[in-house]
């Protein structure tokens, strides 16, 4: 089964040691009680109880330390990491965002060429550290080139910085936070546009550190803090100039992959709730199961949810396999991100018009979800922020290219060390893709055949009746094509890895009669902007089109895979 289910986590591991961390997280949430995660969410309880779990089992440290930091004995494996993510998200995303954040802090960190502080982050890790990224402010937000945040030279190699940072997960307890600012005076004065920045590392305990707020009500701490003259010296300093920018990017490139994954963990565990639910609850001599608008709910919401583990997983294989002459990954990562999430929304909506009010109930697990489902498309980047990334690809994926290895499920327990080496954030007009209709004919099937001809019309307007200038720099118009873009790319990856993990012929093109729906959807938002011009329209009419129905086909789905769920996981009280 593709999905999580704790109580047979029978997940395929490279090792032994990967299989017990995933076991003994599971086995720690589940002792705790569906009770107690609740109570402690309404509550917004710290999780010290957590972190000290973590720190007991090394587990932070043990996936997300480099394997020359941690004598051999850890690495950072995507793999497995994003086995981790769904648990987390499975059980709170409390619990995920701390370890997160503590991603996007040791990002820089990892990237940087100093080797005295990556040897003290190994030991905080060991002792159960956690860590935070600064790079956001309450004034400028994630715009990097507005950063408010001075580090100013007294001396040579001694500095002091102040600032405010906003918005910054473990921003109370973090070992060491990651902060990027710029430089007064400039370090490298040649340089007129990056020679003022800079990465550096402070401590959260520090005299110097104001923790000011929390400026969320939940369990999680999102902190707001000011640096006040904090003492910085070179050992301090992670990274200055063009190699301080590209650190902020990349290492965003490496956390952002993780809301998707966040987001199939809570779907997965709204979905068990719904189910069982609604296959107890008796309504007018019905089961709720029994009704047909019930049952279409429960099929979109299972094949969404199978979709966008299968995307998402395909994803981490091109993580792995990254290089400099393979950056593919640019595309597919934030499309985990901004897609998944965005599905996820999509899911938890479906199954809260199933269970209706019951998803308001303190003793559900939807009752916190429906609210953290909503969190993760807008964390990381918005939605409009990723998509604006994605656009840029469009031309090369469907008219350049490129030959490359086929690539295999990337479960081997080594360490993808080029997360940390990806070098320039420049040159994403150089990257090549695979030709994208190979795989669309790799399979015979009803959907994917009028999902191809939806395809090839979206391609001859963008041959056509490319956007005007004017259209270029209207957003809400280029996001309606990225949609439409970014739904063809997810069919490649859903069917590339329907081969690899053995998914039935029924269940895919199941899942593709959704993905026509919402072709359709967003070709009828196209024909209806103002902006539109009459060859778009033209272009738009012939890109509608309805799914083939087959009702043998949904049947078989619904008995083998969808009402099987009903009974199958309930956490423990």
């Known amino acids: 089964m593709l999905l999580l289910n704790p109580n047979n986590h029978t997940r395929e591991y490279p090792d032994d040691e990967s299989r017990e961390i995933m076991l003994k997280t599971i086995k720690f949430f589940e002792d705790r009680g569906k009770v107690k995660l609740l109570q402690d969410d309404f509550d917004r309880v710290w999780y010290q109880d957590f972190l000290d779990f973590v720190k007991e089992n090394k587990i932070f440290s043990t996936l997300l330390t480099p394997?020359?930091?941690?004598?051999?004995?850890?690495?950072?494996?995507?793999?497995?990491?994003?086995?981790?993510?769904?648990?987390?998200?499975?059980?709170?995303?409390?619990?995920?965002?701390?370890?997160?954040?503590?991603?996007?802090g040791l990002g820089p960190i990892w990237i940087s060429k100093n080797e005295e502080i990556k040897k003290k982050t190994a030991k905080l890790l060991e002792e159960g550290g956690i860590f935070a990224f600064g790079l956001s402010e309450q004034d400028h937000g994630a715009d990097i080139y507005s950063t408010d945040m001075i580090l100013k030279q007294i001396e040579e190699g001694k500095y002091t910085a102040r600032g405010s940072k906003y918005y910054i997960g473990n921003g109370n307890k973090a070992a060491l936070v990651s902060i990027f600012g710029k430089t007064e005076p400039s370090l490298d004065p040649k340089d007129e546009k990056y020679g003022n920045y800079v990465f550096f590392a402070v401590n959260s305990q520090h005299e110097k550190y104001e923790c000011v707020?929390?400026?969320?009500?939940?369990?999680?701490?999102?902190?707001?803090?000011?640096?006040?003259?904090?003492?910085?010296?070179?050992?301090?300093?992670l990274a200055t100039g063009r190699e301080a920018w590209d650190m902020t990017l990349n290492t965003v490139n490496i956390g952002k992959f993780n809301l998707g994954w966040a987001s199939i963990g809570i779907c997965t565990h709204c979905l068990y709730e719904a189910i069982n639910h609604a296959?107890?609850?008796?309504?007018?001599?019905?089961?709720?199961?029994?009704?047909?608008?019930?049952?279409?709910?429960?099929?979109?919401?299972y094949c969404r949810l199978v979709a966008m583990k299968l995307f998402a997983l395909r994803g981490s294989d091109y993580m792995r396999t990254a290089s400099k002459n393979d950056r593919r990954y640019l595309l597919y990562d934030p499309m985990v991100k901004m897609k998944v999430t965005t599905q996820g929304e999509e899911v938890v909506n479906l199954l809260w018009d199933i269970i209706a009010a019951k998803g308001f109930e303190k003793n559900m697990y939807f009752s916190v979800a429906g609210r953290d489902i909503r969190a993760l498309p807008k964390l990381e980047g918005t939605v409009h922020v990723n998509m604006a990334l994605i656009i840029k690809f469009m031309a090369n994926y469907f008219f350049k290219h490129a030959e490359f290895p086929e690539v295999a499920k990337q479960m081997d327990p080594q360490n993808d060390d080029?997360?940390?080496?990806?070098?320039?954030?420049?040159?994403?007009?150089?990257?090549?893709?695979h030709d994208y209709s190979k795989v669309y004919g790799s399979v015979d099937l009803s959907n994917v055949k009028i999902f191809k001809k939806q395809i090839r019309m979206f391609k001859l307007m963008l041959m056509a009746a490319r956007p005007t200038k004017e259209q270029a720099k209207d957003i809400d118009f280029l996001l309606i094509m990225g949609e439409m873009f970014t739904l063809i790319v997810y069919g490649q990856l859903i069917i590339e890895n329907a081969k690899i993990y053995a998914i039935e012929?029924?269940?895919?093109?199941?899942?593709?009669?959704?993905?026509?729906?919402?072709?359709?959807?967003?070709?009828l938002q196209l024909y209806s902007k103002p902006q539109a011009t009459g060859l778009q329209r033209w272009f738009s009419k012939r890109m509608l089109k309805k799914p083939k129905v087959n009702k043998p086909r949904f049947e078989k789905i619904w008995k083998d895979h969808v009402f099987k769920l009903k009974d199958l996981y309930e956490m423990k009280p």
């Open 418 to 433: 080029f997360l940390f080496d990806q070098g320039s954030t420049k040159g994403l007009s150089k990257i090549r893709f």
């Open 213 to 237: 707020q929390n400026l969320i009500a939940t369990s999680s701490y999102v902190a707001e803090y000011t640096l006040h003259d904090y003492p910085i010296t070179d050992a301090d300093i």
């Open 67 to 104: 394997t020359q930091y941690g004598g051999g004995k850890t690495r950072w494996d995507t793999y497995r990491n994003c086995e981790f993510n769904e648990i987390l998200g499975f059980y709170g995303l409390q619990y995920w965002y701390t370890w997160q954040v503590s991603i996007l």
């Open 279 to 301: 296959s107890h609850r008796n309504l007018f001599n019905h089961y709720v199961t029994d009704f047909p608008h019930i049952r279409q709910l429960f099929m979109d919401s």
């Open 505 to 523: 012929d029924d269940l895919l093109d199941q899942i593709f009669d959704f993905i026509v729906r919402d072709f359709s959807k967003f070709s």
